[in-house]
Protein backbone atom coordinates (compact mmCIF):
# COMPACT_ATOMS: atom_id res chain seq x y z
CA UNK A 1 0.00 0.00 0.00
CA UNK A 2 1.45 3.47 -0.64
CA UNK A 3 2.05 6.13 1.47
CA UNK A 4 -0.13 8.72 0.78
CA UNK A 5 2.18 11.85 0.71
CA UNK A 6 1.36 14.63 3.67
CA UNK A 7 0.23 18.30 2.95
CA UNK A 8 3.13 20.70 1.45
CA UNK A 9 4.03 22.13 5.01
CA UNK A 10 4.83 18.87 5.90
CA UNK A 11 6.46 16.82 3.35
CA UNK A 12 9.80 17.70 3.87
CA UNK A 13 9.60 17.00 7.40
CA UNK A 14 7.83 13.22 5.88
CA UNK A 15 11.09 12.91 3.91
CA UNK A 16 13.35 13.23 6.42
CA UNK A 17 11.65 11.10 8.58
CA UNK A 18 11.64 8.32 6.34
CA UNK A 19 15.63 8.99 5.48
CA UNK A 20 16.09 9.32 9.21
CA UNK A 21 14.18 5.78 10.05
CA UNK A 22 17.00 4.14 7.08
CA UNK A 23 20.05 5.59 9.11
CA UNK A 24 18.31 4.33 12.30
CA UNK A 25 17.82 0.29 11.04
CA UNK A 26 21.25 0.89 9.16
CA UNK A 27 20.18 0.77 5.48
CA UNK A 28 22.14 4.08 5.29
CA UNK A 29 25.40 3.18 6.55
CA UNK A 30 28.44 5.71 8.50
CA UNK A 31 29.86 7.80 5.38
CA UNK A 32 27.22 6.00 2.36
CA UNK A 33 25.66 8.44 -0.09
CA UNK A 34 22.31 9.92 0.94
CA UNK A 35 19.90 11.09 -2.60
CA UNK A 36 20.62 14.16 -3.93
CA UNK A 37 17.88 16.64 -4.17
CA UNK A 38 16.88 16.03 -7.88
CA UNK A 39 16.87 12.52 -6.70
CA UNK A 40 14.44 13.46 -3.64
CA UNK A 41 12.46 16.05 -5.73
CA UNK A 42 11.47 13.15 -8.73
CA UNK A 43 11.13 10.18 -6.40
CA UNK A 44 8.60 12.01 -4.04
CA UNK A 45 7.04 14.10 -6.47
CA UNK A 46 7.85 17.69 -4.99
CA UNK A 47 9.60 20.48 -5.63
CA UNK A 48 13.58 20.81 -5.02
CA UNK A 49 12.77 23.18 -2.47
CA UNK A 50 11.03 21.09 -0.14
CA UNK A 51 13.48 18.34 -1.17
CA UNK A 52 15.99 20.81 -0.30
CA UNK A 53 14.19 21.33 3.53
CA UNK A 54 14.58 17.58 4.01
CA UNK A 55 18.47 17.47 3.73
CA UNK A 56 18.34 20.35 5.71
CA UNK A 57 16.38 19.15 8.30
CA UNK A 58 18.92 15.86 8.56
CA UNK A 59 22.32 18.27 8.75
CA UNK A 60 20.59 20.20 11.26
CA UNK A 61 20.30 17.13 13.91
CA UNK A 62 24.19 16.38 12.58
CA UNK A 63 22.73 12.87 10.73
CA UNK A 64 24.08 13.86 7.03
CA UNK A 65 26.93 15.56 6.05
CA UNK A 66 26.71 17.97 2.36
CA UNK A 67 30.12 18.49 0.89
CA UNK A 68 29.78 20.97 -2.35
CA UNK A 69 30.27 19.42 -5.59
CA UNK A 70 30.37 15.57 -4.02
CA UNK A 71 26.79 15.31 -2.45
CA UNK A 72 25.29 14.20 0.76
CA UNK A 73 26.43 11.71 3.09
CA UNK A 74 25.52 9.84 6.46
CA UNK A 75 27.79 11.57 8.96
CA UNK A 76 30.36 9.37 10.48
CA UNK A 77 29.62 7.77 14.00
CA UNK A 78 25.97 7.72 13.77
CA UNK A 79 24.60 4.74 15.27
CA UNK A 80 21.45 3.50 16.04
CA UNK A 81 20.12 6.84 14.26
CA UNK A 82 22.02 9.22 16.72
CA UNK A 83 25.46 11.07 17.72
CA UNK A 84 27.65 8.52 19.84
CA UNK A 85 27.94 9.92 23.35
CA UNK A 86 31.21 9.99 25.32
CA UNK A 87 31.58 10.83 29.21
CA UNK A 88 34.71 12.64 29.98
CA UNK A 89 36.26 11.86 33.52
CA UNK A 90 38.60 14.67 33.59
CA UNK A 91 38.46 17.71 36.04
CA UNK A 92 39.53 21.06 35.63
CA UNK A 93 42.28 22.82 37.12
CA UNK A 94 40.47 24.36 40.89
CA UNK A 95 39.95 27.84 40.20
CA UNK A 96 42.99 28.68 43.18
CA UNK A 97 45.50 27.13 41.61
CA UNK A 98 48.30 28.84 39.22
CA UNK A 99 48.01 30.02 36.22
CA UNK A 100 50.35 27.59 34.62
CA UNK A 101 49.16 24.55 36.28
CA UNK A 102 45.67 25.42 35.36
CA UNK A 103 46.86 25.98 31.25
CA UNK A 104 48.98 23.02 31.00
CA UNK A 105 46.13 20.75 32.94
CA UNK A 106 43.53 22.18 31.09
CA UNK A 107 44.79 21.57 27.72
CA UNK A 108 44.13 17.32 27.64
CA UNK A 109 40.24 18.02 28.44
CA UNK A 110 39.53 20.72 25.96
CA UNK A 111 41.68 19.13 23.32
CA UNK A 112 39.48 15.97 23.96
CA UNK A 113 36.32 17.77 23.69
CA UNK A 114 37.60 19.39 20.50
CA UNK A 115 38.38 15.66 19.08
CA UNK A 116 34.73 14.25 19.55
CA UNK A 117 33.50 17.77 18.10
CA UNK A 118 35.65 16.98 15.66
CA UNK A 119 33.98 13.58 15.02
CA UNK A 120 30.90 14.12 15.19
CA UNK A 121 30.30 12.75 18.78
CA UNK A 122 28.35 14.25 21.63
CA UNK A 123 30.20 14.45 25.04
CA UNK A 124 29.41 14.91 28.94
CA UNK A 125 31.66 15.85 31.47
CA UNK A 126 31.69 14.16 34.53
CA UNK A 127 32.27 14.97 37.97
CA UNK A 128 33.93 12.46 40.23
CA UNK A 129 31.54 12.69 42.62
CA UNK A 130 28.85 10.61 39.90
CA UNK A 131 31.34 8.03 39.96
CA UNK A 132 32.18 7.46 44.08
CA UNK A 133 27.82 8.08 44.24
CA UNK A 134 27.41 5.53 41.30
CA UNK A 135 24.83 7.44 39.61
CA UNK A 136 23.95 5.36 37.01
CA UNK A 137 21.31 8.02 35.38
CA UNK A 138 24.48 9.70 34.25
CA UNK A 139 26.01 6.94 32.78
CA UNK A 140 22.72 5.23 31.05
CA UNK A 141 23.30 6.12 27.31
CA UNK A 142 27.04 6.67 27.22
CA UNK A 143 28.51 4.98 24.77
CA UNK A 144 32.12 4.97 26.39
CA UNK A 145 33.95 6.73 28.98
CA UNK A 146 37.36 9.14 28.57
CA UNK A 147 39.26 8.93 31.99
CA UNK A 148 41.57 10.45 33.30
CA UNK A 149 43.86 7.72 35.97
CA UNK A 150 42.84 10.07 38.77
CA UNK A 151 39.72 8.80 38.02
CA UNK A 152 40.10 5.16 38.97
CA UNK A 153 40.32 3.99 42.61
CA UNK A 154 39.58 1.91 44.70
CA UNK A 155 35.92 2.94 45.02
CA UNK A 156 35.20 3.59 41.54
CA UNK A 157 37.22 1.11 39.41
CA UNK A 158 34.46 -1.67 40.43
CA UNK A 159 31.34 0.48 39.21
CA UNK A 160 33.38 1.73 35.84
CA UNK A 161 33.81 -2.05 35.04
CA UNK A 162 29.80 -2.59 36.15
CA UNK A 163 29.16 -0.05 33.72
CA UNK A 164 29.66 -2.23 30.45
CA UNK A 165 30.69 0.25 28.21
CA UNK A 166 34.55 0.99 26.53
CA UNK A 167 36.67 2.88 28.91
CA UNK A 168 40.18 4.21 27.58
CA UNK A 169 42.59 6.23 29.55
CA UNK A 170 44.60 9.03 28.99
CA UNK A 171 47.23 11.91 30.94
CA UNK A 172 48.98 8.81 32.40
CA UNK A 173 52.64 8.99 31.41
CA UNK A 174 53.23 5.31 32.37
CA UNK A 175 51.06 2.08 31.74
CA UNK A 176 48.92 1.41 34.63
CA UNK A 177 47.45 -1.75 35.77
CA UNK A 178 43.73 -1.75 34.33
CA UNK A 179 42.53 -3.73 31.19
CA UNK A 180 41.57 -0.99 29.68
CA UNK A 181 42.48 1.08 25.83
CA UNK A 182 45.48 3.47 27.08
CA UNK A 183 47.40 6.50 25.69
CA UNK A 184 50.72 7.20 26.93
CA UNK A 185 54.05 9.10 25.77
CA UNK A 186 57.03 7.37 24.56
CA UNK A 187 59.58 8.57 26.89
CA UNK A 188 62.48 6.93 25.58
CA UNK A 189 62.65 8.68 21.94
CA UNK A 190 63.48 12.43 23.19
CA UNK A 191 65.11 10.85 25.97
CA UNK A 192 67.52 8.95 23.66
CA UNK A 193 68.21 11.66 21.53
CA UNK A 194 69.42 14.40 24.53
CA UNK A 195 71.86 11.55 26.02
CA UNK A 196 72.92 11.31 22.70
CA UNK A 197 74.54 14.59 22.74
CA UNK A 198 75.31 14.24 26.21
CA UNK A 199 77.97 11.70 25.62
CA UNK A 200 79.34 14.20 22.82
CA UNK A 201 79.97 16.44 25.53
CA UNK A 202 81.74 14.07 27.54
CA UNK A 203 79.32 15.23 30.43
CA UNK A 204 81.79 14.44 33.76
CA UNK A 205 77.52 13.85 35.62
CA UNK A 206 74.19 14.31 36.30
CA UNK A 207 71.48 16.13 38.56
CA UNK A 208 68.30 14.96 38.40
CA UNK A 209 65.49 16.94 39.89
CA UNK A 210 61.86 14.98 40.43
CA UNK A 211 58.16 15.37 41.27
CA UNK A 212 57.23 12.29 43.54
CA UNK A 213 54.14 11.93 41.80
CA UNK A 214 53.66 9.32 39.44
CA UNK A 215 53.60 10.87 35.81
CA UNK A 216 57.02 12.32 37.26
CA UNK A 217 58.60 8.88 38.81
CA UNK A 218 57.61 7.68 35.19
CA UNK A 219 59.57 10.64 33.92
CA UNK A 220 62.86 9.75 36.61
CA UNK A 221 62.95 6.65 35.54
CA UNK A 222 62.90 6.88 31.87
CA UNK A 223 65.26 9.58 32.44
CA UNK A 224 68.08 7.16 34.42
CA UNK A 225 67.50 4.35 31.81
CA UNK A 226 68.39 6.70 28.85
CA UNK A 227 71.68 7.70 31.04
CA UNK A 228 72.76 4.65 31.81
CA UNK A 229 71.80 3.40 28.30
CA UNK A 230 74.71 6.13 26.87
CA UNK A 231 77.15 5.24 29.51
CA UNK A 232 76.73 6.81 32.55
CA UNK A 233 76.43 5.10 35.61
CA UNK A 234 74.90 5.25 39.17
CA UNK A 235 77.75 7.39 40.52
CA UNK A 236 77.87 9.66 37.88
CA UNK A 237 73.78 10.67 38.80
CA UNK A 238 72.23 12.61 41.78
CA UNK A 239 68.73 12.07 41.83
CA UNK A 240 66.54 14.85 44.50
CA UNK A 241 62.98 14.23 45.05
CA UNK A 242 60.73 17.21 45.18
CA UNK A 243 57.29 16.48 46.91
CA UNK A 244 55.90 20.17 45.90
CA UNK A 245 56.92 23.57 43.70
CA UNK A 246 57.91 24.95 46.98
CA UNK A 247 61.14 23.28 47.75
CA UNK A 248 62.21 24.05 44.40
CA UNK A 249 64.18 26.82 45.43
CA UNK A 250 65.86 25.54 48.34
CA UNK A 251 66.71 22.26 46.51
CA UNK A 252 68.56 24.74 44.28
CA UNK A 253 70.51 26.14 46.81
CA UNK A 254 71.38 22.92 48.94
CA UNK A 255 73.07 21.67 45.27
CA UNK A 256 74.50 25.03 44.05
CA UNK A 257 77.88 23.36 45.07
CA UNK A 258 77.59 20.29 43.19
CA UNK A 259 76.04 21.52 39.59
CA UNK A 260 79.15 23.10 38.13
CA UNK A 261 79.94 21.81 34.48
CA UNK A 262 76.75 19.27 34.74
CA UNK A 263 73.83 18.78 33.18
CA UNK A 264 70.64 19.05 35.24
CA UNK A 265 67.44 17.77 34.76
CA UNK A 266 64.10 19.10 35.89
CA UNK A 267 61.18 16.51 35.62
CA UNK A 268 58.62 19.30 35.65
CA UNK A 269 59.14 22.99 34.20
CA UNK A 270 57.10 23.61 37.34
CA UNK A 271 60.87 23.70 39.28
CA UNK A 272 62.30 25.50 36.59
CA UNK A 273 62.41 29.07 36.91
CA UNK A 274 62.66 28.79 40.38
CA UNK A 275 66.00 26.79 40.02
CA UNK A 276 67.70 28.91 37.64
CA UNK A 277 67.37 31.85 39.87
CA UNK A 278 68.16 30.71 43.24
CA UNK A 279 71.51 29.79 40.93
CA UNK A 280 71.72 32.65 39.41
CA UNK A 281 72.63 34.42 42.82
CA UNK A 282 75.21 32.18 43.57
CA UNK A 283 76.49 33.25 39.99
CA UNK A 284 75.77 30.28 38.33
CA UNK A 285 74.84 31.02 34.96
CA UNK A 286 72.41 28.42 33.03
CA UNK A 287 74.22 27.60 30.19
CA UNK A 288 77.70 28.27 30.88
CA UNK A 289 78.25 27.06 34.16
CA UNK A 290 75.66 24.10 33.92
CA UNK A 291 73.54 22.82 31.06
CA UNK A 292 70.07 22.44 31.90
CA UNK A 293 67.20 20.77 30.46
CA UNK A 294 63.57 20.25 31.73
CA UNK A 295 60.43 17.97 30.70
CA UNK A 296 57.38 19.85 29.41
CA UNK A 297 57.32 23.03 27.22
CA UNK A 298 55.45 25.24 29.07
CA UNK A 299 56.56 28.05 26.80
CA UNK A 300 55.02 26.66 23.93
CA UNK A 301 51.68 27.01 25.93
CA UNK A 302 51.78 29.76 27.67
CA UNK A 303 51.65 33.61 26.84
CA UNK A 304 55.70 34.82 27.59
CA UNK A 305 55.76 37.00 29.85
CA UNK A 306 54.21 33.94 32.30
CA UNK A 307 57.33 31.92 31.79
CA UNK A 308 60.52 33.81 29.97
CA UNK A 309 63.05 31.51 30.33
CA UNK A 310 63.56 29.43 27.10
CA UNK A 311 65.18 25.92 27.57
CA UNK A 312 66.28 23.14 26.16
CA UNK A 313 62.83 20.55 26.96
CA UNK A 314 61.41 17.08 26.59
CA UNK A 315 57.67 17.64 25.60
CA UNK A 316 54.78 15.81 23.75
CA UNK A 317 51.50 16.99 22.14
CA UNK A 318 48.99 17.14 24.79
CA UNK A 319 46.32 18.08 21.56
CA UNK A 320 47.97 14.90 19.62
CA UNK A 321 47.56 12.88 23.02
CA UNK A 322 43.55 13.73 23.64
CA UNK A 323 43.32 12.87 19.79
CA UNK A 324 44.65 9.57 19.82
CA UNK A 325 42.62 8.94 22.33
CA UNK A 326 39.27 9.90 21.28
CA UNK A 327 39.74 7.65 17.98
CA UNK A 328 41.17 4.61 20.27
CA UNK A 329 37.70 5.46 22.30
CA UNK A 330 35.60 5.61 19.08
CA UNK A 331 37.44 2.31 18.02
CA UNK A 332 35.95 0.58 20.99
CA UNK A 333 32.48 2.00 20.76
CA UNK A 334 31.92 0.82 17.44
CA UNK A 335 33.27 -2.30 17.82
CA UNK A 336 31.97 -3.62 21.22
CA UNK A 337 31.67 -7.12 20.04
CA UNK A 338 35.79 -6.96 19.89
CA UNK A 339 36.52 -5.71 23.15
CA UNK A 340 40.75 -5.08 23.20
CA UNK A 341 43.43 -4.35 25.60
CA UNK A 342 45.85 -1.94 23.91
CA UNK A 343 48.61 0.69 24.72
CA UNK A 344 49.27 3.38 22.52
CA UNK A 345 52.54 5.23 22.46
CA UNK A 346 53.24 8.36 21.05
CA UNK A 347 56.95 10.14 20.22
CA UNK A 348 57.93 12.57 22.32
CA UNK A 349 60.50 15.40 20.67
CA UNK A 350 63.36 17.42 22.27
CA UNK A 351 63.98 20.89 21.81
CA UNK A 352 67.56 22.12 21.81
CA UNK A 353 67.53 25.93 23.39
CA UNK A 354 70.70 28.21 25.05
CA UNK A 355 70.44 26.27 28.14
CA UNK A 356 72.43 23.78 26.77
CA UNK A 357 74.27 22.05 24.10
CA UNK A 358 75.22 25.28 22.94
CA UNK A 359 76.49 23.97 19.45
CA UNK A 360 73.25 22.61 18.51
CA UNK A 361 71.40 25.68 20.16
CA UNK A 362 69.49 26.33 16.94
CA UNK A 363 68.11 23.01 16.23
CA UNK A 364 64.56 23.06 17.47
CA UNK A 365 62.53 20.10 17.67
CA UNK A 366 65.31 17.55 16.79
CA UNK A 367 64.37 14.65 14.28
Known amino acids: MTKKMPLHGQKSRFIAAELRNKIRRGKLLPGTPVMSAPEIAKKYGVCLMTAHRALDIL ?6 VRIKGSGSFVNKNIFG ?3 LIFGIGDSFC ?5 VIRKTLLNSFPESALKALKKANCSYRILHFSSFVEQDKEMFADLDGLLLAPGFLEDKTKDFISSLNIPVVLYRAELELPYPFPQVIPDHSVAMDKLFALAAKEQIPGIVVFHPSHDNGT ?3 EAFVTAAKKAGFSGENITAIAL ?5 ARNAALETAGIIRGKLLFSCSDFF ?3 MISAWAE ?4 CGEDYLFASYDNLLAILPEPLLPLGITSIDYSRSGAAAMAVRLLIQSAVNREKQFYQTVKFPTRL ?3 ESAFLQYKYTENLQ
Open 243 to 247: DSVSE
Open 81 to 83: GRK
Open 59 to 64: EEESLI
Open 94 to 98: PQDDT
Open 272 to 274: TAD
Open 351 to 353: SIR
Open 218 to 220: ARF
Open 282 to 285: QDLI
